[in-house]
């Protein structure tokens, strides 16, 4: 097993556990040796959305977006992280991708429906 993997599977095991200050260490470690992971990024910016360093968990969801542009939980997040940062147009820009790509999924539907 590589280090970068075992790394993130630290990162979400204390993310599981409801611990994403003690998660950010592990992938962010990841994060510099494979920047190009998908997986990571996302784990990254969860964990500094729960720590509500919103700016951060944009830049991440930013980067996971680029990498997979399809990703519809990563716009539902981006979304999160741009309402919280106080920008609402945005917000409703990535809330309506996340329904897009998802249609079925109330809390998709729910955060467009709110702004």
Not at 71 to 91: I, T
Request: glycine letters at 6%; aromatic letters at 10%.
């Amino acid at each position: 097993m590589s280090e970068v993997y075992e790394l993130f599977q630290e990162g979400r095991a204390r993310l599981a556990r409801g611990e994403p200050a003690q998660a950010i260490v592990p992938l962010e470690r990841a994060r510099r040796q494979e920047p190009a992971k998908a997986s990571i990024r996302e784990a990254l910016g969860c964990a500094y959305l729960r720590l509500r360093r919103y700016s951060e968990a944009q830049a991440e969801f930013e980067a996971l977006l680029e990498l997979a542009p399809n990703d519809h939980y990563g716009y539902y997040c981006l979304g999160r992280c741009q309402e919280r940062l106080g920008r609402r147009k945005l917000a409703r820009g990535s809330y309506k991708m996340a329904t897009w790509l998802r249609p079925g999924c109330k809390d998709y539907r729910d955060a467009l429906d709110h702004l």
